[in-house]
């Protein structure tokens, strides 16, 4: 399995540490992407007798996402469209896992309405987004970064059916209206002082340049940010911030 870099990672467990998995229970990861936070899951409960079904709209990430699970028997993966009915029976899952899907969905309160079918009383939900409209680029010219945040904020990519650069902070106001939960919100900082790889601020820096490419952002304002996000790097000056927040909750009884 690729290695996410360290920052990356942390935020990782960050988020893993608010699932728990009991024996012989039924865990969902809705958008598992190439099924790296489905098998690490795994990995942290070697002896739960359960098991780890991951769910993607993408066949490629499917294909990759199995490849990925290093044959533990008790991961599967499918191919699923998430912004229809959850292929399982009500009540049937014990824990519902997802990070950095809702934002790619038409309704993200129908899937959060799912969720509460799928889940058994009691049974756990964890679900995260970045909120990219949160980024800061420390930097000199305040109207250029902010015009570059709001615009990767609103970049609705190829494979994204719809986007919302704000689900980070609308978790709480997706999934509290069903009052289908009882849980709140968590939110931890990710943040950097070095302007290289593999850093996850350097990594969406240079994302930047994608929206020069489709026409949301100049070509000038990207390469100001990247000469001064270097140049700060060298004096010891730069730093790069994103907030990650996490729905935690649990299925409160019919």
Request: aromatic share 10%.
């Amino acid at each position: 399995m690729t290695d996410l870099a360290p920052d990356a990672r942390a935020h990782r467990d960050w988020l893993l540490s608010f699932v728990s998995v009991p024996d012989a229970a039924l865990v969902v990861d809705l958008g598992c992407g190439a099924g790296h936070d489905l098998a690490a899951m795994a990995l942290a409960h070697p002896g739960a007798a359960a098991r780890f079904i991951g769910l993607d709209t993408s066949e490629k990430a499917i294909a990759c996402a199995q490849s990925h699970s290093n044959g533990e028997p008790r991961i599967s993966f499918r191919r699923h469209d998430l912004n229809g009915r959850l292929p399982f029976e009500s009540a049937t899952v014990d824990a519902v896992f997802t990070s950095n899907l809702l934002e790619c969905l038409a309704d993200p309160g129908w899937c959060a309405a799912e969720i509460g079918r799928i889940l058994r009383p009691g049974g756990l939900l964890v679900a995260a987004h970045w909120d990219w409209d949160s980024q800061m680029f420390d930097g000199s010219d305040k109207a250029r970064n902010r015009r570059l945040v709001h615009a990767f904020a609103d970049w609705q990519q190829a494979w994204m059916e719809h986007c919302d650069g704000w689900m980070g902070r609308r978790l709480w106001g997706v999934f509290a209206p069903t009052g289908l939960f009882d849980g709140k919100v968590h939110v931890r900082a990710l943040t950097n002082v070095a302007f290289e790889a593999p850093w996850f601020g350097h990594a969406r820096a240079q994302d930047l340049q994608c929206l020069v490419r489709h026409g949301l952002a100049s070509a000038e304002d990207v390469a100001g940010l990247l000469q001064e996000q270097t140049e700060r790097h060298k004096q010891g000056r730069y730093f790069y911030c994103i907030a990650g927040l996490a729905y935690v909750g649990r299925r409160r009884a019919a």
